[in-house]
Nanobody, 121 residues
Framework: HVQLVESGGGSVQAGGTLRLSCTISGFSYKYYCLNWFRQAPGKEREGVAGIDNDGSTSYAGSVGGRFTISKDNVKNRLYLQMNSLQPEDTAMYYC????????????????WGQGTQVTVS
């Protein structure tokens, strides 16, 4: 049974930094994508950053250069380092996994965490 648990959210001022973590258990896909999504109130859930099994990364245009996605295969953790945070980054952040190449389509992901709130003021 695949489980994902996010942590690291919080409230920061504009220009601040946060590091989100996602602890993953129960999956053993050879080919996979781990992705961060976010959803602001009244908006669609959108892809933020993805990383696949060989370490290739992709980013939404709105976060490129500010956010960095990484993974630790030993600890089974996914990270999102968020720098220069802006009020428009305020959202619930989710990690998700699928057993294929990365896709920005949220419907393509099989398993999701419960989310962690990020608030930037």
């Amino acid at each position: 049974h695949v489980q994902l648990v996010e942590s690291g959210g919080g409230s920061v001022q504009a220009g601040g930094t946060l590091r989100l973590s996602c602890t993953i258990s129960g999956f053993s896909y050879k080919y996979y994508c781990l992705n961060w999504f976010r959803q602001a109130p009244g908006k669609e859930r959108e892809g933020v950053a993805g990383i696949d099994n060989d370490g290739s990364t992709s980013y939404a245009g709105s976060v490129g250069g500010r956010f960095t996605i990484s993974k630790d295969n030993v600890k089974n953790r996914l990270y999102l380092q968020m720098n220069s945070l802006q009020p428009e980054d305020t959202a619930m952040y989710y990690c998700a996994v699928r057993d294929a190449f990365c896709s920005p389509n949220r419907d393509a992901y099989d398993y999701w965490g419960q989310g962690t709130q990020v608030t930037v003021s």
